[in-house]
């Protein structure tokens, strides 16, 4: 099965503490890594986690908070420095690019590689982003400024070809592509072996949503419905709802309530405030309403494996 993992680079709300980074994570997918969001000490999370700047193309920002943007410029300034050439995209909504350009041009003087800075609509879903593995969506959110979570959704994938039949057949290699894409195989005595007797059906395809920061907002259930992954921002217990809707947060049973909906199949709830020591009642309130949770953590990495 191709890689599809999310790693947790931090998990903290705004005001630094000892305990949490600022909020990072990265994507791998097919072993290409996206980022989403970048705090202050991002590439030091980077390199504790042994993932390489090279495999690195893209960066998504969800919204212009420094606990979401900060780390941007010098992940930018230490790819120069590491002789990067291909080109650096990087997404988020509106006032991005007049945020990190005029960084660029006094911090990144002689840079060996283009910083390319996509503006986009917080407000719309819409896909933004697509390859041979992968398609990226945003996830309109509802914060303090426009903001916008993404939704990455593996492409299927093809079939298995089984090795006992290549053996049986004595099958070349250069016929498997061929079969997985559903081509029968053509004896060299003329006998025709169905494709559908030489493989096993693709893996379904894989998704994960990402979800920070935002007050509690049903509407995106529909475009989330049967996630994979779910990480959805959890920045203050149930007692604090009322705080949560002034500062336009999520309780952890909100996010709870957002994954049971939408019929997710893991919720992972981070973004905690700094006035919390212990985040295991986020856990307990969570798990009361949806019990596939876990909580995030620096360095945790949780795979996508097939549950359907």
């Known amino acids: 099965m191709e890689k599809f993992e999310v790693t947790i680079l931090g998990c903290g709300c705004a005001l630094p503490t000892m305990r949490h980074f600022g909020a990072s994570q990265v994507v791998n997918i ?5 980022m989403v969001d970048c705090a202050e000490a991002t590439q030091l999370q ?11 193309g893209h960066i998504f920002i969800t919204h212009l908070h420094g606990d979401h943007f900060f780390g941007v410029i010098g992940i930018i300034s230490t790819m120069s420095l590491l002789g990067r050439t291909s080109t650096l995209h990087v997404w988020g909504p509106q006032g991005i690019e007049e945020a990190l350009q005029p960084q660029i041009n006094i911090f990144c003087q002689g840079m060996t590689f283009n910083v390319e800075i996509h503006t986009l609509d917080a407000q719309t879903h819409q896909k933004v982003y697509e390859d041979r593995s992968v398609e990226i969506y945003t996830i309109p959110l509802r914060h303090r400024v426009p903001c916008c979570g993404y939704l990455f ?23 498997i592509n061929n079969i997985k894409l559903g081509m029968d195989y053509t004896c060299p005595d003329g006998t025709v072996i169905p494709h559908t007797r030489l493989t096993t059906p693709a893996d379904p395809p894989r998704s994960f949503a990402y979800c920070s920061d935002t007050t509690y907002k049903p509407d995106i259930i529909p475009i989330i419905k049967d996630v994979d992954l779910l990480y959805h921002e959890a920045t203050f217990t149930d007692e604090e709802e009322k705080a949560a809707s002034r500062f336009f947060h999520s309780t952890a049973s909100q996010a709870a309530t957002i994954a049971r909906d939408c019929h997710a199949h893991r919720l992972c709830i981070g973004h905690f405030s700094s006035r919390y020591d212990d985040e295991s009642i986020f856990l307990d309130q969570a798990r009361a309403i949806f019990p596939e949770t876990v909580l995030a953590r620096e360095n945790l990495v949780i795979p996508l494996t097939i549950e359907h």
């Open 30 to 34: 097919h072993e290409k890594l996206f």
């Open 46 to 56: 980077f390199r504790r986690n042994r993932l390489k700047f090279s495999h690195l």
């Open 153 to 175: 959704k593996e492409k299927p994938l093809l079939p298995h070809i089984l090795r006992d039949m290549i053996e049986a057949y004595d099958i070349p290699i250069s016929q």
